[in-house]
């Protein structure tokens, strides 16, 4: 990572909001193919309010690395849809590799979960995922057709 990146990644742990969201921002903009800058805007998420969250999402969406799922895969289950969806296009950056995950998860999950983990899926285009719909819908079909 060059001097002017690592200056950007360090201001997500500046004690100025203002500064963290900056770096956010700037960062979704330049989405910098980069494992550590994946990792310090992950690392900043946990104690990241609603507005810097967002920037911090919106930075790991643009970057599209496989590296964030880790950092998102709690977000699947936020209140906020919107919050959930933007996590299900980072996590489907993981391709195949989340699907073991989402399968242990799907059957114990509630309703609601359960149409993220479908929207996952459906963006995850393997002969697994699709067969894993498949097998969704001719379950649902049973139950309630």
């Keep these: 990572m060059d001097k002017t990146l ?5 201001l997500l742990k500046h004690q100025d909001p203002m500064r963290r969201s900056g770096a956010a921002l700037v960062l979704a903009e330049l989405a910098p193919d980069s494992k550590d800058v ?6 900043a998420l946990p104690s990241a309010g609603q ?4 920037h911090i999402l919106e930075a790991l969406q643009a970057i599209g690395s ?5 950092y998102v895969m709690p977000l699947l289950n936020s209140q906020d849809m ?5 996590a299900s ?4 950056c993981g391709g195949s590799a989340v699907v073991p995950e989402i399968k242990k998860q799907f059957k114990e999950s509630p ?3 359960k149409l993220v983990f479908i929207d996952l899926l459906a963006r995850i285009h393997t002969g697994e995922t699709l067969q894993m719909l498949l097998s969704t819908l001719e379950n649902f079909a ?3 057709l």
């Design 6 to 10: 690592s200056t950007i990644t360090g």
């Design 38 to 43: 994946v990792k310090a805007l992950g690392e």
């Design 51 to 54: 507005q810097l969250s967002a």
């Design 66 to 70: 496989p590296a964030a799922v880790p």
């Design 82 to 86: 919107a919050v959930r969806m933007r």
């Design 89 to 92: 296009a980072i996590v489907a």
């Design 111 to 113: 309703r609601q979960q």
């Design 142 to 144: 049973k139950q309630h």
